[in-house]
């Protein structure tokens, strides 16, 4: 819900520091890649209760996860860098969970709701992405992509925030697990509303 709202202010440094990267041949995939073991690494982290460096290896996933976008504009985008980057995206959102709930029993089914939710709103945004590239459809609220990325109340800028407030407040992360998976399924939702919207204008169901 906020991405389209904060892409103004971050794409400028992102795609400065991005042509610096593939000025110096760092690839886009390389980053991806780099990105994704930083996620594993914070859920490993909340698992072992480092809530601190769970934090800071979680800004640094969001960092890594701007970048390769920005260096694969200042070069080339490619379907499989847009495949490794959807892939890299939810190996975040599964691991920080997990690692909650392996941290404390008492986490798990709170975790469990949460990666669950993550999955029903992963499967939305897929099918819609699938659907509308078949349809032929293009959006460019959130910038060039390699493939159509649909509106949701719960996108990057709001799932960053729940895993913040879940490493500065470890107590409360079934009520934060519980209240954004709430969220994210409002998201399921609000995104099948809006395919049938879309895709019953010209022969759908």
């Known amino acids: 819900m906020l991405d389209r709202l904060l892409r103004p202010l971050i794409d400028p440094p992102l795609n400065a520091s991005g042509r610096f990267l593939a000025r110096l041949g760092v690839s886009a995939d390389q980053i991806t890649l780099v990105g994704a073991l ?62 909650f709930g392996l941290h404390d029993p008492s986490n798990l089914t709170a975790a469990l709701v949460l990666t669950a939710s993550f999955t029903l709103t992963a499967a939305t945004f897929l099918a819609f992405a699938a659907i509308a590239a078949k349809r032929g459809e293009r959006t460019s609220a959130y910038g060039p992509k390699s493939f159509f990325y649909s509106v949701g109340l719960a996108e990057g800028a709001e799932t960053i925030a729940a895993f913040v407030a ?37 022969g759908g169901l």
Do not use: E
């Not at 480092?50 to 200042?74: I, M, S, W, Y």
């Not at 490493?167 to 049938?196: D, E, K, N, W, Y």
């Open 38 to 99: 930083i996620g594993a690494a914070a859920g490993a982290a909340a698992a072992t209760g480092a809530f601190l460096l769970c934090l800071g290896l979680v800004v640094l996933n969001r960092l890594f996860d701007g970048l390769d976008g920005a260096v694969a504009r200042a070069t080339r985008r490619s379907d499989l860098g847009g495949y490794l980057d959807i892939v890299g995206d939810y190996v975040f959102y599964v691991a920080v969970p997990l690692g």
């Open 166 to 202: 879940m490493c500065l407040f470890p107590a409360a992360f079934p009520i934060i697990a519980f209240a954004f998976a709430g969220l994210c399924a409002l998201t399921v939702v609000q995104r099948s509303i809006l395919a049938r919207l879309t895709f019953t204008s010209a």
